[in-house]
């Protein structure tokens, strides 16, 4: 059975910065999309990143653009998001998720920022 186990998340001050990391516990059948979501209280999930497994194509919320960085590495199965800059309105938690056959989603790491 595959398991999502994010790490990295944390309490920082206003431009400050972290690194996520998410790694599959299994192998993913057809690995196609890696990428990070988050939601903050009283909101809906939103994307913040993705990658495609093959080629490394990227996408970004705007809102990141220019501060955060989504990379991977293909042997271990693993997805990281370097974030700096960071700014209060990102506070949230932080799921990983992973699409092959299926949807994977990591259990969440929460990301605090203080002004």
């Known amino acids: 059975q595959v398991q999502l186990v994010e790490s990295g998340g944390g309490l920082v001050q206003a431009g400050g910065s972290l690194r996520l990391s998410c790694a599959a516990s299994?192998?993913?059948?057809?690995?196609?999309?890696m990428g990070w979501y988050r939601q903050a209280p009283g909101k809906q999930r939103e994307l913040v990143a993705t990658?495609?497994?093959?080629?490394?194509?990227?996408n970004y919320a705007d809102s990141v653009k220019g501060r955060f960085t989504i990379s991977k590495d293909n042997a271990k199965n693993t997805v990281y998001l370097q974030m700096n800059s960071l700014k209060p309105e990102d506070t949230a938690i932080y799921y990983c998720?992973?699409?092959?056959?299926?949807?994977?989603w990591g259990q969440g790491t929460q990301v605090t920022v203080s002004s």
């Open positions: 299994g192998s993913i059948f057809r690995l196609i999309t």
């Open positions: 998720r992973m699409i092959g056959t299926r949807g994977y």
């Open positions: 990658i495609v497994f093959d080629g490394g194509s990227i």
